[in-house]
């Protein structure tokens, strides 16, 4: 395995490659290209010549050689969209048979991301940028970028005991004979409506509203609130 600077122009792409990256992140990965110049090296075999041999900063500089792309077809789509002239590029000396296996699973081959780690490295991100910022640089949406924002903040604080307000309980009062009947005549006369006097007399107190203060006086009694 050699890593070279390779002519765009010597670079040709696998007629078998079967990956496709959507036009936004396409859009993206040129951004990030083009703000950075950073990308991950190619990965190329030689067609009908021996690989050149050398350090990291070797160049290809003879036309007539030509490369096969394994992985990389959409980096260099994008740098030759950017005027690149050259790849960094990791050539593999590989047959037809290795170069179709490493086509099936080099973009294939990768981890997925645990969403509570990707929430903090993107909260780290998220300092002094916005989520419409952040999702011109990350591969996520503008909507995907907040949600992981909200999962990196902290739970709330759980309630105290004391401040759950306690579920309603079921009261059972056992009525004399007495008790009884004034609570029935309260009920009785609180589904009545008043009866105002009428030719400006005073109004009589409505029956009802003396049922059901007695039966408000006896209640506080039997608690011993009064």
């Known amino acids: 395995m050699t890593l070279l600077w390779i002519p765009l122009e010597v670079l040709q792409p696998h007629p078998e490659n079967s990956n496709r990256m959507p036009p936004h992140l396409m859009e993206k990965l040129k951004t990030h290209i083009e703000r950075t110049g950073l990308y991950e090296p190619l990965v190329v075999r030689p067609m009908g010549h021996d690989a050149a041999r050398g350090d990291p900063k070797s160049e290809i500089s003879d036309l007539r050689c030509r490369y096969q792309i394994l992985n990389g077809h959409h980096r260099a789509e994008v740098l030759r969209g950017l005027g690149h002239t050259r790849a960094r590029c990791d050539v593999w000396e590989v047959d037809d048979d290795e170069a179709r296996l490493l086509l099936a699973t080099l973009n294939r081959l990768e981890g997925r991301d645990d969403p509570s780690a990707r929430a903090r490295l993107v909260a ?35 309630l105290a005991p004391e401040a ?18 004034l609570v029935t005549e309260a009920l009785r006369e609180a589904g009545r409506s008043d009866t105002a006097a009428g030719d400006g007399a005073a109004a009589p107190r409505p029956k009802r509203a003396d049922a059901l203060e007695r039966l408000a006086l006896w209640y506080l009694e039997s608690r011993g609130l009064r």
């Open 124 to 158: 780290r991100l998220a300092k002094g940028r916005t989520a419409e910022e952040l999702a011109r640089l990350l591969p996520e949406p503008p909507d995907a970028v907040e949600r992981l924002l909200r999962l990196a903040q902290p739970p709330p604080t759980p």
């Open 164 to 181: 759950i307000e306690p579920p309603a309980r079921p009261m059972t009062f056992f009525l004399a004979e007495e008790q009884h009947a």
